[in-house]
Structures are given as structure tokens and as C-alpha cells.
């Protein structure tokens, strides 16, 4: 039992109308008529015209002081390390941080034994709410980058690694 392509398709499209085809103006939205009532002022009502007159007044006057007290740009911020460094994670330091608490890892677990060489590479810093933090990633081992606070790495000369 072998249908053609094509006469299945035009029996199946032929039950339903064409809907495709409809004009699409009647949804269309005067917008000439929206903007001249805009533009035009209430002549009934002569207070609304003067509020609009003391609004754009009022609004003057900050626009003409902003030129002359524009804040410059906010400054980059400085960090400790550059994108591309070479680091290790202090051991002292990551083994008494919240970082290695976090994880719920034996004490002195000896699977995170990579991150005391000199395999970590910088790929970016930010500054947040707690302080500086650099995100590392280790050359070698396939795992995902670590944000770990700057204060407890150690920056290296060049990167110390063995292929296995």
C-alpha cells in the first residue's frame, strides 16, 4: 500500500481551509490618528494645557544642567592577576576555606591534588559582593573551571605539567 507524495498531500491540505491567505489590514492600528490626538492640545479643558506647559518647563531645566555635571565613566576596576596566569591554590588556605566545606570532601582527599601544582590557568576575574575571584581552569585535567577566590592562589612563572 504505497500513497504518492502528492496526492496524499493535496486530499489531506483540500479539508482545511487556506488560512494563510487572509489580508492581515484589519489588524492594523490607526497610528495617524494616534498621533495627531497626541499632538493636539484639549481645547475644553485649558488647565490640562497649562500643566503640560509647567511639565515641559520643569523638564527643561534638568537637561540643561546635565551637560555640565556629566559623571565621567566609572573606573576599571584593578585586579591582582591577568587573564591567561599561570597559578596553584594554596593548600592551607583552600583546605580552611568554605570552597572545600562546600564539596563535603574527607579531610586531606587526595583526588584534588591538581590544583596545588602549577597547572591552573586564569580565564577570567570579577569582582563580587565577597571579593576578587578568579575563574581556573587546570591544564590537563578535564574538569569545568572553578571560581576560587585570588587571595588563595599563588602565581607562577610557567606552567609545570606532565602529560599522562
Excluded at 76 to 99: A, F
Excluded at 102 to 119: A, F, Q, T
Excluded at 132 to 146: F, S
Aim: glycine share 4%.
Amino acid at each position: 500500500m504505497a500513497f504518492s507524495s502528492s496526492a496524499l498531500s493535496s486530499s489531506f491540505l483540500s479539508s482545511f481551509p487556506h488560512t494563510s491567505t487572509r489580508s492581515k489590514t484589519n489588524l492594523r492600528f490607526p497610528s495617524i490618528r494616534l498621533i495627531k490626538a497626541a499632538s493636539e492640545p484639549e481645547k475644553g479643558n485649558p488647565t490640562a494645557t497649562q500643566t503640560k506647559k509647567a511639565q515641559e518647563s520643569t523638564n527643561a531645566q534638568p537637561q540643561s544642567q546635565a551637560p555640565a555635571a556629566a559623571k565621567p565613566p566609572p573606573k576599571k576596576p584593578v585586579y591582582s592577576m591577568k587573564k591567561g596566569q599561570i597559578v596553584r591554590v594554596d593548600k592551607e588556605k583552600y583546605l580552611n576555606s568554605l570552597n572545600y566545606l562546600s564539596v563535603g570532601h574527607p579531610p586531606y582527599y587526595k583526588g584534588l591534588d591538581y590544583i596545588y601544582e602549577d597547572r591552573g590557568e586564569v580565564l577570567d576575574l570579577r569582582i563580587f559582593e565577597t571579593g576578587e575571584y578568579a575563574l581556573v581552569a587546570w591544564v590537563g585535567i578535564p574538569t569545568a573551571p572553578a571560581w576560587l577566590p585570588t587571595d588563595m592562589l599563588i602565581k607562577s612563572e610557567k606552567l609545570n605539567y606532565e602529560r599522562l
